[in-house]
C-alpha cells in the first residue's frame, strides 16, 4: 500500500517539533482516500531500560515529575524505568548506559531487548527501544539527575514483587515500565537463572 505527503508545515520547534501533514494514501477497500491533515509531534526516538540485580532480586525505578501527567488526582510524578532521547550516531546500548549512570548512578551490563514500539503513533514518530540489563543494587538510591536539564530524579530500588505489586495496583501508569515489568515478570525465573550462571 502506498502513501503520499502532499504539504508539511513546521508549526513550532523547541523541545518537540510540531508539524501539520497533509497526506493521502491507499485504502484498504482499494482506490485513494481523500487527502487528510494530521498534525505531528517528533520528539525524536528513546531507549530505555529495567536495571535488574539477579543475586539480590531487585530492579531499579526512577521517580520524576512529568508534564503530561499535571492533572492526575495522584499527581505528575510517575515510577518509570531510566530512559533518554538518542543524540546523534548513538547505539541504543549507549543511550541506556549514559542515562543509567546520569539518572541511577547505575552500571549495566548483559542488555536484553525486551521490545521496540511507537509511543503513541496516532500523533507522534517517537520509537521507544526497551531492554532489561544487569546491575548491582548495592548501594543504589538517592536523588541523581543532569542538573542543566532541570533533572531530579528520585532512585528506588525494590523487589522485583513490590515492583510487580506496584503494576498490578497502578502506582506504575505509563507505557514503558509497564511493558518492561510485564515483560520481566513473564521472564523472570529464565532470566535470573541465565544471568546468575555467568
Known sequence: MYWSIIKE??????????????LKHE??????????????????????????????????LIEQFRIGAIDDPTGP??????????EDGESAEEVITREAVEEAGCIITDLTLIHKFYSTPGGSS????????????TGLGG???VEEEGE???????S???????????????SMPIIALQWFRLNRDEIRRRLLEK
Open 9 to 22: 508545515k513546521i508549526l513550532y520547534r523547541g523541545f518537540f517539533k510540531l508539524s501539520r501533514v497533509e
Open 27 to 60: 485504502l484498504f477497500a482499494g482506490g485513494e482516500g481523500r487527502p487528510i491533515i494530521r498534525e505531528l509531534l517528533d520528539r525524536g526516538h528513546a531507549a530505555a531500560v529495567l536495571p535488574y540485580d539477579p543475586v539480590r532480586d531487585e530492579v531499579v
Open 77 to 86: 510524578w510517575l515510577t518509570e524505568v531510566i530512559a533518554g532521547v538518542y
Open 126 to 137: 517517537e520509537m521507544i527501544d526497551v531492554y532489561l540489563a544487569r546491575t548491582d543494587t
Open 143 to 145: 536523588i541523581h539527575g
Open 152 to 158: 531530579d530524579i528520585r532512585v528506588q530500588v525494590v
Open 160 to 174: 522485583s514483587e513490590t515492583a510487580f505489586a506496584w503494576l498490578d495496583n497502578g502506582r506504575i501508569d505509563s
